[in-house]
């Protein structure tokens, strides 16, 4: 009988993307997914760091799977649990202190070697349980990239997402990435070029490049140009994707406004399958905090940035990520953030409380913002951004948007896709459509998404 492999996915996209990897990973191992933890032989949570809430879930969900875990002891099963991702690189033995029945702790940069711990775990304890605390702990930073150890990807989706970029070296003062992912890491482009390939071959029609800092992507050449160039940016990678016949939209995120080269705002311009749509966060609109977060960039910098992209592609839409109360920040800093906000107009965007960070330089700042100062600026913020986003979306009522249509619905008989500008899209229509890319004349607007009727092809009389 096949072995089960619940796997839990917390944070970002990238988390996605590993999870993903894990899985193909474990196929070879005889492990077939299961959405129950009831029935699970291994559970795995590929966890988040980012924010201290996203840490807590991790510990709540911990004490669910041990309750699994107890009941199928009684039933002479076994489950083994392993906990990965940023959580797992930040506090490695700890977790074997607070969760002594978890039996491997791994890190984002020590996921392949899932198999051989898997398999020293079964093989030391003959399917029983590790003695409590026991568990193998693997969170270094190999010299070897994880990346040339994945297997081949044998399924995808029809949206599918590819890791081109990881880590980071900017050091944002609130944030953990550069500790928990590492230093930043470029994959070459030849490996990206095989793995977007296989993902069309595969029936992918929409791939999304990843990294932490994507736009800094700085990999080695796919094949040495004239001039003798051995590293390729974002935008030559994203051109030479372009290229590949199947492949119908292009996205990447998430990226820095500092690493933003004019070639890659002029490829918004130039190459169609790059979609008019660009998650680039900027965190606060006031220059004393972005200085304070190191950011490298004022809010003019910023500004400027997409004015050159809105002139490389007129009906680019944006999106961006912000934090409030970071320390120190008074209310003219947060009036700033809103000013940049009205100025720049949103599609879409993600804002959040700062969040302390253990070991960053932020989390010992003197002026911690308090908790009520903090919600209250973030209802400020959420209130305009909703409402930018509202008023964006029902500039689309009447328009037909092509749709890419990705998901199945919660409810019976609903498709979910994708407009370019990214907007969310459920409509009733046939299951036959999944996959496919149709255009939707859109009669409803809402702040979250927006609906409308598939347009099937109309026939020409020929007689
Ligand atoms: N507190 C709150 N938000 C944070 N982010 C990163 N670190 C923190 C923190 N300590 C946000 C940033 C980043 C997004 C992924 O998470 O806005 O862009
Ligand atoms: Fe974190 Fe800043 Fe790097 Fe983004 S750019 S991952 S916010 S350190």
Same mark, same amino acid.
């Given at each position: 009988?096949?072995?089960?492999?619940?796997?839990? !996915?917390?944070?970002?996209?990238?988390?996605? @993307?590993?999870?993903?990897?894990? $899985?193909?990973?474990?196929?070879?191992?005889?492990?077939?997914?299961?959405?129950?933890?009831?029935?699970?032989?291994?559970?795995?949570?590929?966890?988040?760091?980012?924010?201290?809430?996203?840490?807590?879930?991790?510990?709540?969900?911990?004490?669910?799977?041990?309750?699994?875990?107890?009941?199928?002891?009684?039933?002479?099963?076994?489950?083994?649990?392993?906990?990965?991702?940023?959580?797992?690189?930040?506090?490695?033995?700890?977790?074997?202190?607070?969760?002594?029945?978890?039996? +491997?702790?791994?890190?984002?940069?020590?996921? *392949?070697?899932?198999?051989?711990?898997?398999? %020293?775990?079964?093989?030391?304890?003959?399917?029983?349980?590790?003695?409590?605390?026991?568990?193998? $702990?693997?969170?270094?930073?190999?010299?070897?990239?994880?990346?040339?150890?994945?297997?081949?990807?044998?399924?995808?989706?029809?949206?599918?997402?590819?890791?081109?970029?990881?880590?980071?070296?900017?050091?944002?003062? @609130?944030?953990?990435?550069?500790?928990?992912?590492?230093?930043?890491?470029?994959?070459?482009?030849?490996?990206?070029?095989?793995?977007?390939?296989?993902? $069309?071959?595969?029936?992918?029609?929409?791939?999304?490049?990843?990294?932490?800092?994507?736009?800094?992507?700085?990999?080695?050449?796919?094949?040495?140009?004239?001039?003798?160039?051995?590293?390729?940016?974002?935008?030559?990678?994203?051109?030479?994707?372009? !290229?590949?016949?199947?492949?119908?939209?292009?996205?990447?995120?998430?990226?820095?406004?500092?690493?933003?080269?004019?070639?890659?705002?002029?490829? *918004?311009?130039?190459?169609?399958?790059?979609?008019?749509?660009? *998650?680039?966060?900027?965190?606060?609109?006031?220059?004393?905090?972005?200085?304070?977060?190191?950011?490298? *960039?004022?809010?003019?910098?910023?500004?400027?940035?997409?004015?050159?992209?809105?002139?490389?592609?007129?009906?680019?839409?944006?999106?961006?990520?912000?934090?409030?109360?970071?320390?120190?920040?008074?209310?003219?800093?947060?009036?700033?953030?809103?000013?940049?906000?009205?100025?720049?107009? @949103?599609?879409?965007?993600?804002?959040?409380?700062?969040?302390?960070?253990?070991?960053?330089?932020?989390?010992? +700042?003197?002026?911690?913002?308090?908790?009520?100062?903090?919600?209250?600026?973030?209802?400020?913020?959420?209130?305009?951004?909703?409402?930018?986003?509202?008023?964006?979306?029902?500039?689309?009522?009447?328009?037909?948007?092509? $749709?890419?249509?990705?998901?199945?619905?919660?409810?019976?008989?609903?498709?979910?896709? %994708?407009?370019?500008?990214?907007?969310?899209?459920?409509?009733?229509?046939?299951?036959?459509?999944?996959?496919?890319?149709?255009?939707?004349?859109?009669?409803?607007?809402?702040?979250?998404?927006?609906?409308?009727?598939?347009?099937?092809?109309?026939?020409?009389?020929?007689?």
């Amino acid at each position: 009988m096949a072995k089960k492999l619940y796997i839990k !996915t917390y944070g970002c996209q990238m988390n996605v @993307y590993d999870s993903e990897r894990m $899985v193909d990973l474990l196929k070879p191992l005889g492990y077939q997914v299961t959405d129950e933890p009831a029935e699970a032989d291994i559970a795995l949570l590929n966890t988040c760091h980012i924010r201290e809430k996203a840490e807590q879930k991790v510990y709540s969900d911990l004490g669910r799977l041990r309750q699994h875990q107890n009941l199928r002891q009684k039933q002479g099963k076994s489950l083994f649990i392993g906990v990965g991702g940023c959580v797992a690189q930040a506090e490695g033995e700890e977790i074997l202190k607070q969760a002594p029945y978890v039996s +491997m702790v791994f890190g984002p940069q020590t996921y *392949h070697r899932l198999p051989e711990m898997i398999a %020293k775990i079964v093989r030391q304890h003959e399917g029983r349980l590790p003695q409590a605390g026991r568990g193998i $702990v693997d969170t270094e930073f190999p010299f070897e990239s994880k990346f040339d150890a994945l297997p081949v990807p044998e399924t995808t989706n029809v949206s599918a997402f590819l890791s081109i970029q990881e880590g980071c070296d900017k050091f944002c003062t @609130y944030c953990v990435v550069p500790y928990t992912r590492g230093i930043e890491y470029s994959r070459p482009a030849k490996d990206i070029l095989a793995e977007a390939k296989k993902l $069309v071959e595969l029936g992918a029609k929409e791939i999304t490049l990843l990294g932490q800092n994507v736009n800094a992507y700085h990999g080695q050449a796919a094949f040495l140009s004239n001039h003798g160039s051995t590293e390729w940016n974002l935008a030559r990678l994203l051109r030479e994707l372009a !290229t590949l016949p199947g492949l119908e939209r292009l996205r990447y995120t998430t990226s820095h406004p500092d690493d933003m080269d004019q070639d890659l705002m002029d490829a *918004h311009g130039d190459v169609p399958q790059l979609m008019p749509f660009l *998650h680039l966060p900027v965190q606060s609109g006031s220059d004393r905090i972005l200085q304070a977060m190191n950011r490298k *960039h004022t809010a003019k910098d910023y500004l400027k940035i997409i004015e050159r992209l809105r002139q490389s592609r007129p009906d680019i839409a944006f999106s961006s990520d912000f934090i409030v109360g970071f320390p120190g920040e008074t209310n003219e800093d947060h009036q700033a953030t809103l000013k940049l906000v009205q100025e720049v107009v @949103y599609s879409q965007a993600y804002s959040f409380k700062y969040s302390i960070r253990p070991g960053t330089p932020a989390g010992s +700042m003197d002026l911690q913002v308090p908790e009520t100062v903090k919600t209250e600026r973030l209802h400020e913020l959420q209130a305009l951004l909703n409402q930018q986003q509202l008023a964006f979306n029902q500039q689309f009522l009447g328009t037909l948007q092509p $749709v890419l249509f990705d998901r199945i619905g919660k409810e019976e008989g609903q498709l979910l896709g %994708k407009t370019p500008y990214m907007q969310s899209v459920p409509v009733t229509a046939s299951k036959r459509l999944f996959g496919q890319l149709m255009n939707v004349i859109i009669k409803g607007a809402h702040a979250n998404s927006i609906t409308g009727e598939v347009v099937t092809e109309i026939r020409k009389h020929t007689a």
